[in-house]
């Protein structure tokens, strides 16, 4: 069936990266300009609730490892409860959330106030109250889906904090942005383009074979927070069992959970680790688990028949991104094949209020 607004909103993310790539990044540019002249923050607290918090978690990897910025990401709700008083060391928040009104991320913004803290509030509603409390807001730009679900306010919100740490690593000065991170930047809506074609029916066709009940997400950088999204979106849509891991983490321990009637989807890109992961998924194999890769590396999408086989010549740098579509396409399918709504989930709302107090 495919008139789920789920299904439509996972199709329309080239045109929304698009969209921030072209409108949404000069105003991104203004905005630093200002925060960078005013404030010259050094350490950037990321953070968010749910997906939004998995969101933030994408370019955090990025600022720490590709941007030279100091990074943390952290769910607003710790950020509210232990975030200390600037110390000297001109920290900088900033929130991201699609509505803009969850209430923990309200409170972050509310907290980085009280102790004298900047706050960016990145959103998909400059009218919210993070949007209007914050000192920057940013609107990405991508309206707020009607699915209850986050797709494109996820991977662009994830797109848009990214935008804004190389517009701040650019002011720094220090580190010079890798050719190869705006060579993938100008190509990624064409590139989730071409993952949406290529993956669409094979996620479809996996989602439909699957006959696990419990899930076990695997991935590492940022494609560990695309695994967790990936993970939440399955338990979202479809109420299945779902854990997530680090790659190299699952050996110490979760290893011991495996049988016959798991399934491990591995989010394994090509790269300098291909061997190190082939190896591992070879070792989940032979406990008798399913094992369904997500990989554009021929030694592993060769060795496992069941994979979900991504377009060979897509970047490195925007992985965490572009993977999403495979792992959303498939809490997609396995959600209707269950015969669940994925659009109104049951328990959930787009948004939570709750009480939170960041008293110290
Ligand atoms: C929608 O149900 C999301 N999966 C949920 O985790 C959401 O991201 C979270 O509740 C925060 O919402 P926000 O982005 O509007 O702040």
Redesign the pocket.
């Known amino acids: 069936m495919d008139s789920h607004h789920m299904l439509q909103e996972i199709r329309e993310q080239p045109q929304a990266l698009g969209r921030i790539l072209a409108d949404t990044r000069p105003r991104i540019r203004a905005m630093v300009r200002a925060a960078w002249n005013t404030y010259h923050p050094s350490m950037f607290f990321l953070t968010?609730?749910?997906?939004?918090y998995y969101a933030a978690m994408i370019p955090a990897h990025y600022y720490t490892y590709s941007l030279g910025l100091n990074a943390l990401a952290l769910p607003s709700s710790e950020f509210v409860w232990y975030a200390p008083a600037p110390d000297g060391s001109s920290p900088i928040l900033v929130s991201?959330?699609?509505?803009?009104?969850?209430s923990e991320?309200v409170e972050a913004i509310r907290k980085a106030r009280r102790v004298g803290m900047p706050s960016i509030a990145v959103t998909s509603d400059p009218a919210s109250t993070m949007s209007e409390e914050c000192d920057y807001s940013l609107d990405t730009g991508v309206t707020s889906e009607e699915s209850?679900?986050?797709t494109k306010t996820f991977t662009g919100g994830a797109l848009s904090v990214t935008l804004l740490g190389i517009e701040f690593s650019k002011a720094q000065g220090t580190n010079p942005i890798p050719q190869r991170f705006e060579d993938e930047l100008g190509n990624l809506p064409e590139d989730m383009h071409r993952v949406v074609s290529a993956v669409d029916e094979q996620a479809k066709a996996r989602a439909e074979a699957a006959k696990a009940k419990r899930f076990i997400y695997l991935g590492s950088g940022g494609n560990y927070a695309s695994c967790l999204e990936g993970a939440?979106k399955l338990r979202?849509t479809s109420y299945a069992a779902s854990e997530c891991y680090h790659t190299m983490e699952f050996r110490h321990g979760p290893f011991a959970e495996l049988e016959k009637g798991i399934q491990v989807i591995s989010v394994a890109p090509k790269g300098k680790h291909a061997r190190e992961q082939l190896a591992l998924l070879k070792e989940i194999a032979a406990t008798g688990a399913n094992v369904l890769p997500i990989s554009n590396e021929p030694t592993v999408t060769e060795t496992f028949e069941d994979s979900i086989i991504m377009p060979e010549s897509i970047g490195n740098e925007l992985a965490p991104i572009l993977y999403m579509a495979p792992l959303q396409l498939f809490a997609y399918y396995y959600a209707v094949k269950n015969g669940r709504n994925p659009d109104e989930p049951r328990n959930?709302t787009?948004?939570?209020t709750t009480e939170i107090n960041s008293q110290t």
């Not at 968010?48 to 939004?52: I, K, M, P």
């Not at 991201?96 to 969850?102: A, H, M, N, P, Y």
């Open positions: 968010g609730c749910g997906s939004s991201l959330s699609r509505s803009g009104r969850t991320s209850v679900i986050m939440l979202e959930l787009k948004f939570v």
